[in-house]
């Protein structure tokens, strides 16, 4: 669960320049916000294909699951305004994951233990002869934000929709003991089964700076023991919000219990202070509860991360009719509180991405799930056309702000990267790509793709790689940038952020790939207000969330460009136009 940063921000500011008394204060300001309706519902800048509701507020992806031919998605919602507040689980069905229909929030705030909000949580499907699925999440029980795990059981499993939950009175299932801070206490996860036939689930919290996973076990689901240590824990992180702990293999996805020899697991957190995430893989040991990163994995702010850009709370699930483990992620919005009350929505759900571990065993793969190939119309191809420093060409025959395209980029040789300057930070992409963007020109790089440019290039997006040679012989390192900076005209009033320009991050990622076969391959989903970019098969990916003036609806465009000296070919470029699903009743 995730108070946007802007409250956060003026919260700690009043802890820090008042004593705490005044907070309630700054949450009245807000408030005035939160039960503002949309009257008007603006629609430039709203998505097609991703999933949004019609109006107001939305943060985390709750309790996604499959459950009798039905894919579930539920998620933290404001039914009154599109600030943060008044929070529901909100709950859409799917049949494919593209097409969505909305039925009742599943959970609201209505009893002492969850009166004060209904934050984020998971679903666990119970096995059995009838399997059964069981939702926990988190209740806010007082106005100091004291949280408390419960769960939610459908009222009847045989409703296809299970439009209708139950909480039932013996709710909470876990209170924090002494030793917890009950106000960093959220976010259950989906439980596993180990070898002892015990449920297990763990839950994010903090100790001092220390970012803390508690694990939790239970023979019935109902009656939870908390173990002796926490499942992980990490210094100097900060508040961890929304685990999410699972096996992942070379092959394909996995159910949350399976273990074994081939199975690696990965652990994300969500880091509240930083407003992102990070992973790592490493193994699983039952006997004792605990999860040890893989040696040479990063643990800590400079860690892998799912997506380099506009992605928070995110949580997988498994899905057994395709076999495969699909990662939902919230992308905000980068405008201001003001204007997101004013054009009456805020926050989307970016498309489900498939998750397996890459061979090499360091890092995840991530690509959009096939559904959304069923939204393509009108391909185009371009195949083997060279692109000389300075160059550029326009994609033309698709709707540009509602794209999917998937390029192939191929050069003769490395010689012409530029050197890696050793005082660069190396896990800072974000700082580099800012001193060089796509005007700044290059060896080899950079080149890539202009996403909702406008007519003269007044405004535009660039997803693209430079590369660079760094000290070590031989090696290169491929930085990938999607970069907000010139993506909108800084003069509207639209794209100020609390009076200031809007925030119009140069999101970077380095990509781990090998440069043997000298190619370089870049799909980009484009939406209007948002580009998810995915490099080299989904092994780095970043997304923007933009707001052009110029480049909108039939005016945006699409370019291919290289600005490094080095020429770069393109090998093949499909792109498409992307259709809006037949239903998204939101
Ligand atoms: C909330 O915290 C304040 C300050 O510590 C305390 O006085 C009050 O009793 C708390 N309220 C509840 C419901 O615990
Ligand atoms: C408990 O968590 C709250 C909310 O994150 C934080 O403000 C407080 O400092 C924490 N208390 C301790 C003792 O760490
Ligand atoms: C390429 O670099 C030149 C010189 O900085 C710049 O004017 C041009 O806009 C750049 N092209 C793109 C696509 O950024
Ligand atoms: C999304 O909005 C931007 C701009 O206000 C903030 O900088 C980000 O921290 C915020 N992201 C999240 C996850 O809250």
Not at 233 to 255: H, I, K, Q, R, Y
Not at 322 to 350: C, F, P
Request: hydrophobic content about 35%.
């Amino acid at each position: 669960m995730d108070l946007p940063l802007t409250l956060l921000c003026c919260l700690i500011t009043l802890l820090l320049v008042n004593n705490g008394g005044i907070v309630q204060g700054s949450h009245d300001v807000f408030a005035q916000l939160r039960s503002v309706p949309a009257v008007d519902v603006t629609q430039v800048h709203r998505t097609a294909y991703h999933f949004q509701p019609t109006k107001n507020w939305i943060n985390d992806p709750n309790g996604p699951m499959y459950y009798n031919g039905i894919y579930h998605l539920f998620y933290q919602y404001n039914p009154k305004g599109a600030v943060w507040g008044n929070i529901v689980w909100a709950h859409s069905v799917s049949k494919d994951l593209i097409n969505w229909a909305k039925v009742e929030p599943a959970i609201y705030p209505s009893q002492p233990f969850d009166k004060y909000g209904c934050w984020s949580g998971s679903a666990t499907i119970l096995p059995g002869k009838t399997p059964k699925p069981i939702i926990l999440y988190t209740g806010i029980v007082d106005e100091n934000n004291t949280q408390v795990q419960n769960y939610a059981v459908p009222a009847d499993p045989t409703d296809p929709y299970l439009r209708k939950w139950i909480k039932p009175n013996n709710n909470p299932l876990v209170v924090a003991d002494k030793s917890v801070n009950g106000s960093s206490f959220r976010d259950p996860t989906t439980g596993w089964l180990g070898p002892d036939g015990n449920w297990r689930i763990t839950i994010g919290s903090r100790r001092k700076h220390r970012g803390v996973s508690y694990l939790y076990r239970s023979r019935d689901f109902i009656h939870w023991t908390k173990g002796k240590h926490p499942l992980h824990s990490t210094a100097g992180t900060g508040n961890w919000e929304c685990p999410d702990f699972f096996p992942v293999s070379v092959s394909g996805g996995l159910d949350t219990s399976v273990m074994g020899p081939n199975v690696k697991h990965v652990f994300k957190v969500s880091l509240d202070e930083t407003r992102y995430e990070y992973y790592t893989i490493g193994k699983y040991y039952p006997e004792k509860d605990r999860y040890i990163p893989d040696k040479g994995m990063i643990d800590g702010w400079d860690g892998l991360r799912y997506d380099y850009g506009n992605f928070y709370a995110s949580k997988s699930f498994f899905d057994p009719k395709k076999n495969r483990r699909i990662l939902w992620g919230w992308a905000n919005e980068s405008d201001s509180t003001e204007m997101d009350v004013k054009k009456g929505w805020a926050g989307i759900q970016l498309i489900p991405r498939t998750i397996v571990l890459d061979p090499s065993g360091k890092q995840l793969v991530q690509w959009p799930i096939e559904e959304v190939e069923t939204l393509r119309r009108n391909e185009v191809q371009l195949r083997s056309l060279k692109l000389a420093k300075g160059e550029k060409i326009e994609i033309t025959g698709i709707t540009a702000a509602q794209a999917d395209v998937d390029v192939t980029f191929s050069f003769n040789s490395l010689d012409k990267a530029e050197p890696f300057d050793p005082r660069w930070d190396k896990y800072d992409g974000q700082k580099l790509c800012s001193r060089k963007g796509s005007t700044v020109q290059g060896g080899l790089g950079p080149f890539g793709l202009l996403t909702l440019a406008s007519h003269n290039l007044e405004e535009y997006t660039p997803v693209f790689f430079r590369l660079f040679k760094a000290q070590q012989h031989n090696k290169h390192l491929v930085l990938l940038c999607s970069d907000a900076s010139r993506s909108t005209l800084m003069d509207d009033e639209t794209n100020m952020k609390d009076g200031r320009d809007a925030y119009r991050p140069s999101f970077a990622g380095f990509v781990d790939v090998d440069l043997k076969d000298k190619k370089l391959t870049l799909r980009s989903l484009i939406d209007n207000s948002v580009v998810e970019s995915f490099g080299a098969g989904g092994k780095t990916v970043i997304t923007s969330r933009v707001y052009p003036t110029l480049a909108v609806y039939e005016n945006a465009r699409l370019y291919a460009f290289n600005n490094g000296t080095e020429t770069v070919k393109i090998e093949s470029l499909n792109a498409w136009s992307m259709s809006k699903p037949l239903y998204m009743n939101q």
